[in-house]
């Protein structure tokens, strides 16, 4: 069975860093992406990073780009959200998720995540 469960949510200001976990029980698929999304209040969930398990390989989407890195912890079999210079706009709940993907590029479309954590909640104050 897998697991997803997002940590590291909380409260901070607006330039203020911030590292969100994500740790994964079981193994998703032989071959997978993780990917972050985030969801305001009254939005639309987005894409946020997306990282290929094998490869390695990095996807951002632009509101984030050069603020946000994806990681792997192959320690903590989990994957890891860096989340810098931080704006009101960012507050929203975080959630990690795993799909399938066999090829150098990590999926940014919701619908091709089959696995979800329960997210955690970040919030920035201006």
């Known amino acids: 069975q897998v697991k997803l469960v997002e940590s590291g949510g909380r409260l901070v200001q607006a330039g203020d860093s911030l590292r969100l976990s994500c740790t994964i029980s079981?193994?998703?698929?032989?071959?997978?992406?993780m990917g972050w999304f985030r969801q305001a209040p009254g939005k639309e969930r987005e894409f946020i990073a997306a990282i290929t398990w094998n490869i390695g390989s990095t996807r951002f989407a632009d509101a984030v780009k050069g603020r946000f890195t994806i990681s792997k912890d192959n320690v903590e079999n989990g994957v890891n959200l860096q989340m810098n210079s931080l704006k009101p706009e960012d507050t929203a709940v975080y959630y990690c998720?795993?799909?399938?993907?066999?090829?150098?590029?990590?999926?940014?479309?919701?619908?091709?995540?089959?696995?979800w954590g329960s997210g955690t909640q970040v919030t920035v104050s201006s």
């Open positions: 079981g193994r998703p698929f032989i071959n997978y992406a």
């Open positions: 998720a795993a799909a399938y993907s066999d090829g150098p590029i990590a999926p940014i479309s919701a619908a091709y995540y089959r696995y």
